[in-house]
């Protein structure tokens, strides 16, 4: 059955469900786009006629367009003709895609703006850095609150409220704090991250299989060296599905994070284009957003299963022997620990 529930579909059915999630958007908004009789309520004016505040390509609506040729027609001038179209903001699909294609290789309208690309090269760093510099504190951080209940005790009650604060409302203070830079920037994408990752990678320590703990004490194992060999190895693969998800999280922060001080990045791109109305290179960069999103997701997918090689099929005998090299060190092992 397709809908059977807890049954995974076939290769061929995922490739299929795959095109679909995909080509049923695409679909509708080719309806919406190129069909006249599902949603086109203004008029795209072909010729003016006599209407003087007419211009050819001016879209007006449809109950302006037909009381204005009412009007002509009683005046016994010569009326306006159109088609029906949608509005300015709804550009087709091929029109999106010329402008994707069109936004890499025209020069910005006013000398001196940055080129897409280079807004969209600006917005990637901001995002790495706020989120580098969050999984450098919260990663060590949220290992310790789920393996420690009294760092949880001590720290989460105060993260649980800190993570319900707005990240842009702290814009004016990182301004006010950093100055006009960057850094202000990365400060909200850190704040956006750095308490959810926390609580996260907290929740996916205190799912570690209790049983591998009861053993590794058992055989006398000090405290540091169950954390260092048992539970940091032992939750690697939920941490590196973690980070995944906590990126795609920095993403969302973006757009807020890169009109705080002076505006720059993808969203002064989509702001400009916004201003003169060319919506179709709006949708372009919206896009290109998601498409950049996407394809780093699949690629930390594909990094993973090397990485991580005993949670599926894929196997790389370097990443195996940095693994078998690193749980071979030598580590203190005293009873003295455990008091």
Known sequence: MIF??????GPRAKIALTVASFALPLLLWCLVSYNSHVWHPMMRITSAG???????????????????????????????????????????PHEVALAFYKAFVTPPQREGDPWLHESLLHSIRTIMWGFLLSALVGI??????????????????FIEFFRYLPAPAFGALAVAVLGISDAPKIAII??????????VVANTTRRFDPALLEASQTLGASRLRILFRVIIPGI??????????????????LIVAEV????????????????YRLFDNVYAAILIIGIV????????????????????????????????????LPMRNTRDDQE
């Open 260 to 275: 705080v001080g002076e505006s720059t990045g993808i969203t002064w791109f989509i702001n400009q284009q916004a201003k």
């Open 190 to 199: 850190f704040i956006g991250t750095f308490f959810q990752q926390v609580l």
């Open 140 to 157: 060590p951080l949220g290992v310790l609150c789920g393996s420690f209940p009294v760092l949880r005790q001590l720290s989460e009650p």
């Open 50 to 92: 006599d209407v003087s505040w007419m211009q050819e390509g001016t879209l007006v609506e449809h109950d302006v367009f037909d009381a204005e040729n009412a009007r002509m027609v009683q005046s016994e001038l010569l009326p306006a003709q159109g088609i029906a179209a949608n509005p300015v903001y709804l550009p087709a």
């Open 236 to 253: 690697l693969p939920e941490l590196y599905r973690d980070q995944r998800i906590l990126l795609g999280w920095a993403w969302t922060y």
């Open 4 to 9: 059977a529930i807890h049954t995974e579909p």
């Open 293 to 328: 999103g996407l394809l780093t997701d699949l690629i930390l997918a594909a990094v993973g299963r090397n990485l991580f090689p005993w949670t599926g099929v894929a196997r790389h005998k370097p990443v195996q022997q940095a693994i078998t090299w690193w749980n071979n």
